[in-house]
Structures are given as C-alpha cells and as structure tokens.
C-alpha cells in the first residue's frame, strides 16, 4: 500500500512539472516498469526462498525496460492520431 502511495504522489509530482511530454512518457515508463519488476521479485519471493542477486537485478531490468518500451509505444500511437 504504501508502493502505491508513493507512485501515486510521484505522478502528481509528474503532472505539477512541466516537462516534454516525451520525458514524461519515459519517466512515467521507468517508474511503472520498476513497480511492477520489484511487485514480481517480491511475489516470486513471497514463497520464502529467497531469489538470487542476479536473477533480481535481470528481472528489475526487464520489466522496467518493457515499462519504457509500452509508453514509448504509448507516445507513438498518440502521434499517429495527432
């Protein structure tokens, strides 16, 4: 709950800001991707073996790179019907 409250405040930190919107998109990506990585260690976790550094730090990277890539994919489709 309180991951939640904290990505909750930064987006409206995001939106008090301005920035090019691309930045926000990016942003907005690598904030949401690193959410959800650190939400799949901590359920893949939750069985009570811990996972290894390695495996952890490839999972983070993974999904905050596939954060950054569905905003920038995001940002497209809104261009294209602009």
Do not use: C, K, N
Request: hydrophobic share 60%.
């Amino acid at each position: 709950m309180l991951a939640l409250a904290g990505l909750l405040f930064l987006v409206d930190v995001f939106s008090l800001i301005e920035l090019w919107p691309p930045i926000q998109y990016l942003l907005a990506g690598i904030v949401l991707g690193a959410f959800g990585g650190r939400s799949v260690v901590v359920w893949r976790e939750r069985g009570g073996h811990a996972l290894h550094p390695d495996l952890v730090r490839r999972i983070e990277h993974v999904w905050t790179l596939t954060g950054v890539a569905l905003m920038a994919l995001m940002l497209l489709v809104q261009v294209a019907f602009a």
